[in-house]
C-alpha cells in the first residue's frame, strides 16, 4: 500500500485533507505519485521559481500540487469518501474563492473518476517536522 506523507490531517463534512507544506515532503510524495523523473521536471519547474498548480489523481485521493514564488511548494490530497456530494460542495467552495471554471471542472472530473474506477487505496501520514 502506498502511503503519503503530510504535515497535517484536515477532517471537513466527511472529506479528509491531508496537507504537505514542507517542500521536502512535497518532493518525496511527487517521487511516490509520479516516480523519479516527473519529481526532477517539478524540481526543474520550482527552480524557475514561476507560479504553477496541476489538479491529479494519485488512489482514492483529489491531489492539487501548487508551486508559489515566495510560499515554496504544497501539495493537498483530498479523499471524498465515495460521496460525490462531498465533491461538488467543494467545486462549489473553490467557485467561491475564485477558481476559474476550467480548473474546478478539472477537479471534479478527477474526483468522478476516482468513484467510478475505484484502484488501488493510499494512507496519509503525518509527520509536523518534515
Known amino acids: 500500500m502506498k502511503e503519503f506523507f503530510v504535515n497535517h490531517i484536515v477532517e471537513d463534512k466527511s472529506i479528509i ?3 504537505a507544506t514542507a517542500d521536502k515532503a512535497v518532493i518525496k510524495n511527487i517521487n511516490t505519485m509520479f516516480g523519479r523523473k516527473m519529481a526532477e521536471v517539478i524540481i526543474h519547474l520550482v527552480n524557475k521559481n514561476e507560479d504553477f498548480f496541476t489538479i491529479e489523481r494519485f488512489c482514492q485521493y483529489v491531489g492539487f500540487i501548487q508551486f508559489r514564488v515566495g510560499l515554496g511548494l504544497s501539495l493537498k490530497l483530498t479523499d471524498f469518501r465515495g460521496n460525490m456530494d ?4 467543494e467545486y462549489l467552495e473553490l467557485e467561491g474563492k475564485g477558481w476559474d ?3 474546478r471542472d478539472k477537479y471534479i472530473q478527477v474526483a468522478h473518476e476516482i468513484l467510478e474506477q475505484q484502484t488501488e487505496e493510499a494512507t496519509l501520514r503525518v509527520i509536523p517536522e518534515f
Not at 86 to 89: G, M, Y
Open 86 to 89: 462531498n465533491a461538488l460542495d
Open 101 to 103: 471554471k476550467a480548473d
Open 17 to 19: 485533507h491531508g496537507i
